[in-house]
Protein backbone atom coordinates (compact mmCIF):
# COMPACT_ATOMS: atom_id res chain seq x y z
CA UNK A 1 0.00 0.00 0.00
CA UNK A 2 1.27 3.25 -0.82
CA UNK A 3 1.03 6.00 2.17
CA UNK A 4 2.24 10.00 1.85
CA UNK A 5 4.56 11.93 3.84
CA UNK A 6 2.75 13.53 5.86
CA UNK A 7 4.06 17.45 7.05
CA UNK A 8 1.20 18.58 9.12
CA UNK A 9 -1.94 17.15 10.93
CA UNK A 10 -4.88 18.68 13.23
CA UNK A 11 -8.51 17.82 13.33
CA UNK A 12 -9.62 20.11 10.24
CA UNK A 13 -6.39 19.79 7.77
CA UNK A 14 -3.72 17.96 7.07
CA UNK A 15 -1.16 18.69 4.49
CA UNK A 16 1.54 16.19 2.61
CA UNK A 17 4.30 16.36 0.64
CA UNK A 18 3.05 15.41 -3.05
CA UNK A 19 5.88 13.15 -5.06
CA UNK A 20 6.12 13.80 -8.45
CA UNK A 21 3.75 12.29 -10.82
CA UNK A 22 1.01 12.17 -8.45
CA UNK A 23 -2.32 13.83 -9.32
CA UNK A 24 -3.62 16.24 -6.55
CA UNK A 25 -7.34 14.33 -7.38
CA UNK A 26 -8.93 12.95 -10.48
CA UNK A 27 -8.60 13.52 -13.59
CA UNK A 28 -11.33 14.32 -16.21
CA UNK A 29 -9.91 11.77 -18.04
CA UNK A 30 -8.79 9.09 -15.67
CA UNK A 31 -6.38 6.24 -16.60
CA UNK A 32 -5.89 2.89 -14.83
CA UNK A 33 -3.15 3.61 -13.48
CA UNK A 34 -3.64 7.13 -12.09
CA UNK A 35 -1.84 7.86 -8.26
CA UNK A 36 -4.66 10.12 -6.88
CA UNK A 37 -3.12 12.07 -3.63
CA UNK A 38 -6.44 12.52 -2.04
CA UNK A 39 -7.58 8.95 -2.62
CA UNK A 40 -4.45 7.75 -0.89
CA UNK A 41 -4.41 9.86 2.03
CA UNK A 42 -8.61 9.55 2.55
CA UNK A 43 -7.40 5.59 2.69
CA UNK A 44 -4.29 6.34 4.56
CA UNK A 45 -6.05 8.35 7.41
CA UNK A 46 -9.44 7.10 7.00
CA UNK A 47 -10.97 10.23 7.10
CA UNK A 48 -13.02 12.48 4.35
CA UNK A 49 -10.68 14.55 2.45
CA UNK A 50 -11.25 17.69 0.84
CA UNK A 51 -9.59 19.34 -2.34
CA UNK A 52 -8.44 22.77 -1.45
CA UNK A 53 -5.92 23.62 -4.23
CA UNK A 54 -3.38 22.02 -6.55
CA UNK A 55 -0.46 21.18 -7.72
CA UNK A 56 0.46 19.94 -11.79
CA UNK A 57 0.76 16.17 -11.80
CA UNK A 58 4.73 16.57 -12.61
CA UNK A 59 5.11 19.55 -9.81
CA UNK A 60 6.15 17.85 -6.03
CA UNK A 61 5.63 19.65 -2.56
CA UNK A 62 3.18 20.49 -0.41
CA UNK A 63 -0.26 19.95 -0.78
CA UNK A 64 -2.97 20.90 1.95
CA UNK A 65 -6.54 19.33 2.22
CA UNK A 66 -9.35 19.90 4.67
CA UNK A 67 -11.19 17.10 6.85
CA UNK A 68 -13.94 19.38 7.75
CA UNK A 69 -16.00 21.29 5.90
CA UNK A 70 -16.21 24.65 7.67
CA UNK A 71 -12.23 25.00 6.90
CA UNK A 72 -12.38 23.94 3.53
CA UNK A 73 -14.82 26.74 2.51
CA UNK A 74 -12.58 29.15 4.74
CA UNK A 75 -9.10 28.11 3.36
CA UNK A 76 -10.50 27.68 -0.18
CA UNK A 77 -11.78 31.46 0.06
CA UNK A 78 -7.88 32.62 1.63
CA UNK A 79 -6.65 30.90 -1.67
CA UNK A 80 -8.99 32.31 -4.04
CA UNK A 81 -8.30 35.92 -2.07
CA UNK A 82 -4.07 35.17 -2.36
CA UNK A 83 -4.01 35.30 1.56
CA UNK A 84 -1.63 32.14 0.90
CA UNK A 85 2.09 32.84 0.31
CA UNK A 86 3.07 30.38 -1.55
CA UNK A 87 7.59 29.59 -1.76
CA UNK A 88 8.47 27.41 -4.72
CA UNK A 89 12.21 25.79 -5.88
CA UNK A 90 13.12 25.52 -9.39
CA UNK A 91 16.03 24.36 -11.28
CA UNK A 92 15.82 26.24 -14.68
CA UNK A 93 18.58 26.87 -17.73
CA UNK A 94 20.84 29.69 -17.86
CA UNK A 95 21.99 32.32 -15.74
CA UNK A 96 19.43 35.09 -15.09
CA UNK A 97 21.30 38.34 -15.57
CA UNK A 98 19.08 39.59 -12.90
CA UNK A 99 19.79 38.43 -9.06
CA UNK A 100 15.54 39.68 -8.79
CA UNK A 101 12.99 40.24 -11.02
CA UNK A 102 9.49 39.72 -11.48
CA UNK A 103 7.11 39.03 -14.56
CA UNK A 104 4.04 40.77 -15.20
CA UNK A 105 2.82 38.63 -18.77
CA UNK A 106 -0.55 38.15 -18.59
CA UNK A 107 -2.03 34.60 -19.30
CA UNK A 108 -4.62 33.18 -21.04
CA UNK A 109 -5.64 28.85 -20.39
CA UNK A 110 -6.66 28.34 -23.74
CA UNK A 111 -5.75 30.18 -27.04
CA UNK A 112 -9.31 31.42 -27.43
CA UNK A 113 -9.34 32.28 -23.75
CA UNK A 114 -9.32 36.08 -22.53
CA UNK A 115 -5.80 37.15 -21.20
CA UNK A 116 -6.04 37.11 -17.57
CA UNK A 117 -3.46 39.46 -15.59
CA UNK A 118 -0.39 37.18 -13.84
CA UNK A 119 2.44 38.24 -11.44
CA UNK A 120 5.34 35.79 -10.35
CA UNK A 121 8.24 37.42 -8.45
CA UNK A 122 11.89 35.24 -8.93
CA UNK A 123 14.99 35.33 -6.92
CA UNK A 124 18.57 33.50 -8.00
CA UNK A 125 19.36 31.06 -5.10
CA UNK A 126 22.19 30.21 -6.68
CA UNK A 127 24.21 29.45 -10.38
CA UNK A 128 25.33 26.30 -11.11
CA UNK A 129 27.63 24.35 -13.46
CA UNK A 130 25.77 23.54 -16.39
CA UNK A 131 24.17 26.70 -16.92
CA UNK A 132 21.65 25.92 -14.46
CA UNK A 133 20.39 28.03 -11.61
CA UNK A 134 18.42 27.26 -8.46
CA UNK A 135 15.62 30.12 -7.98
CA UNK A 136 12.48 31.03 -5.84
CA UNK A 137 9.57 31.96 -7.35
CA UNK A 138 6.59 33.51 -5.69
CA UNK A 139 3.91 33.51 -7.37
CA UNK A 140 0.70 35.88 -6.55
CA UNK A 141 -1.60 35.18 -9.04
CA UNK A 142 -2.94 31.23 -9.63
CA UNK A 143 -3.09 31.74 -13.44
CA UNK A 144 -2.73 28.30 -15.80
CA UNK A 145 1.06 27.19 -15.40
CA UNK A 146 1.84 30.35 -14.38
CA UNK A 147 5.64 29.49 -12.92
CA UNK A 148 6.43 27.87 -15.75
CA UNK A 149 5.17 29.73 -18.38
CA UNK A 150 6.90 32.69 -16.89
CA UNK A 151 10.20 31.03 -16.75
CA UNK A 152 9.60 30.32 -20.34
CA UNK A 153 8.59 33.61 -21.62
CA UNK A 154 11.70 34.77 -19.28
CA UNK A 155 14.19 32.47 -21.23
CA UNK A 156 14.09 29.95 -18.58
CA UNK A 157 12.90 27.23 -18.62
CA UNK A 158 12.34 24.72 -15.92
CA UNK A 159 14.74 21.47 -16.51
CA UNK A 160 12.41 18.61 -17.72
CA UNK A 161 9.45 20.57 -18.66
CA UNK A 162 8.15 18.58 -21.69
CA UNK A 163 5.13 20.75 -22.17
CA UNK A 164 7.52 23.45 -23.03
CA UNK A 165 10.39 23.21 -23.75
CA UNK A 166 11.83 20.75 -26.39
CA UNK A 167 10.53 16.81 -25.72
CA UNK A 168 14.19 15.65 -27.20
CA UNK A 169 16.26 18.50 -25.27
CA UNK A 170 14.51 16.88 -22.45
CA UNK A 171 14.85 13.50 -22.76
CA UNK A 172 18.92 14.29 -23.19
CA UNK A 173 19.36 16.47 -20.47
CA UNK A 174 17.29 13.98 -18.08
CA UNK A 175 19.47 11.53 -18.82
CA UNK A 176 22.81 13.17 -18.63
CA UNK A 177 22.25 14.13 -14.79
CA UNK A 178 20.21 11.34 -14.02
CA UNK A 179 17.11 12.71 -13.61
CA UNK A 180 15.17 11.00 -15.77
CA UNK A 181 12.00 12.49 -17.27
CA UNK A 182 11.37 14.66 -13.92
CA UNK A 183 10.47 18.78 -14.02
CA UNK A 184 12.71 20.53 -11.08
CA UNK A 185 9.37 22.30 -9.80
CA UNK A 186 8.73 22.07 -6.54
CA UNK A 187 6.16 23.91 -4.20
CA UNK A 188 8.52 24.49 -1.01
CA UNK A 189 6.33 25.83 1.40
CA UNK A 190 3.19 27.46 2.23
CA UNK A 191 2.23 30.06 4.77
CA UNK A 192 -1.18 31.18 6.08
CA UNK A 193 -3.67 31.72 8.84
CA UNK A 194 -5.35 28.59 10.03
CA UNK A 195 -8.83 28.61 8.84
CA UNK A 196 -9.92 27.69 12.62
CA UNK A 197 -7.72 28.42 15.06
CA UNK A 198 -6.08 31.74 13.30
CA UNK A 199 -2.82 30.50 13.99
CA UNK A 200 -0.30 31.59 11.62
CA UNK A 201 1.30 28.63 10.06
CA UNK A 202 4.53 27.98 7.60
CA UNK A 203 4.04 24.25 6.32
CA UNK A 204 7.29 23.32 4.49
CA UNK A 205 8.48 19.85 2.59
CA UNK A 206 12.16 18.72 2.55
CA UNK A 207 14.07 20.26 -0.54
CA UNK A 208 12.97 17.41 -3.20
CA UNK A 209 15.78 14.59 -4.11
CA UNK A 210 16.61 15.66 -7.14
CA UNK A 211 16.82 19.52 -7.09
CA UNK A 212 19.16 18.26 -4.05
CA UNK A 213 21.05 16.18 -6.09
CA UNK A 214 22.19 19.03 -8.94
CA UNK A 215 22.57 21.79 -6.32
CA UNK A 216 25.26 20.19 -5.08
CA UNK A 217 26.89 19.95 -8.52
Not at 118 to 126: G, I, K, P
Amino acid sequence: MISLSILFQDEWLVAIDKPPGFLVHPSDHPKADDLVAMKILRDQIEEKIRVIHRLDQPTSGVVVFATNRGAARKLREDFEKRRVKKRYLAMVHGHPSKEKWTCHTPLKKTPDAPEKTARTSFRVLEKKTQQLTLIEAFPHSGRFHQIRRHLVGSGHPIVGDFRYRDHNLCKEFGEKLGIGTRMLLQAKSLEFCHPITQVRLVIEAPIDPCIKHLAKI
